[in-house]
């Protein structure tokens, strides 16, 4: 069984729709990170939250952290075709400088 | 400035063959990690290296994978007798202030090694 389960494992929709994706657990965590992973490339941090209930807000882009601090989630408005990757979602393990990844949501947007 | 870089950006090598993987982290930070990704799938932590101290080398599957880094820069991923089972995207990723999980980590590109 996996420690993050990311939902869905996989998007595609068409440019300008709206979509949410989904980082969950059954643990309870100090600090949750997005990051975000296009072919070829490594991974490339997009936010991290520690506040439970925290909302963050980069452009398009919604992040929350749930109030118990055991999932998140990634709102995008209006997907454009640059936001096409795969959204990885990562806490901390059971050192402090471990990090634990979701599977990730490879998500597709289609001009 | 220079991101983390990693070479090479492909392997491909033959069953039972050794291959070494290198990667050179951001000058100034301390903490350096291997991970390794299968297709569709997420990270799997590998090895952490922080300053002089000794590795973690919890994560690293058998006896046949090995790292080395020297001090603070340059780190080699050395996979021996190499299996089928290998083939995975090896990234590397470096980290300021002793590497602590919500620290931003920043990647290289990978190394795509196939293992025929």
């Known amino acids: 069984t996996q420690l993050l389960e990311q939902s869905p494992q996989f998007l595609s929709i068409q440019e300008g729709e709206n979509l949410t994706v989904y980082c969950n657990s059954s643990s309870v965590f100090s600090s949750l990170q997005w990051y975000r992973q296009e072919p070829g490339e490594g991974p490339v941090l997009l936010v991290t939250v520690v506040t439970g209930g925290e909302v963050k807000k980069l452009k398009r882009l919604t992040f929350q952290f749930g109030d118990a601090r055991k999932d998140s989630s990634l709102h995008i408005t209006a997907a454009q075709p640059g936001d096409t990757g795969l959204y990885l979602c990562?806490?901390?393990?059971?050192?402090?400088?471990?990090?634990?990844w979701g599977a990730g949501t490879k998500l597709i947007i289609k001009p | 400035g220079a991101g983390v870089s990693q070479s090479p950006s492909n392997k491909v090598t033959e069953k039972g063959k050794d291959v070494e993987l290198r990667c050179d982290p951001i000058s100034g930070h301390t903490a350096l990690y291997w991970y390794r990704q299968r297709l569709g799938q997420g990270l799997e932590f590998l090895i952490y290296?922080?300053?002089?101290?000794?590795?973690?080398k919890s994560g690293l599957p058998s006896d046949r994978f090995s790292a080395e880094r020297t001090g603070e820069s340059v780190s080699t991923l050395t996979i021996q007798r190499t299996q089928q089972e290998d083939s995975a995207v090896y990234l590397c990723a470096s980290s300021t202030f002793e590497g602590l999980a919500r620290n931003e980590q920043f990647f290289g590109p990978g190394t795509r090694l196939t293992v025929l």
């Open positions: 290296f922080q300053g002089n101290s000794a590795p973690d």
């Open positions: 990562a806490v901390g393990g059971n050192s402090n400088y471990q990090l634990i």
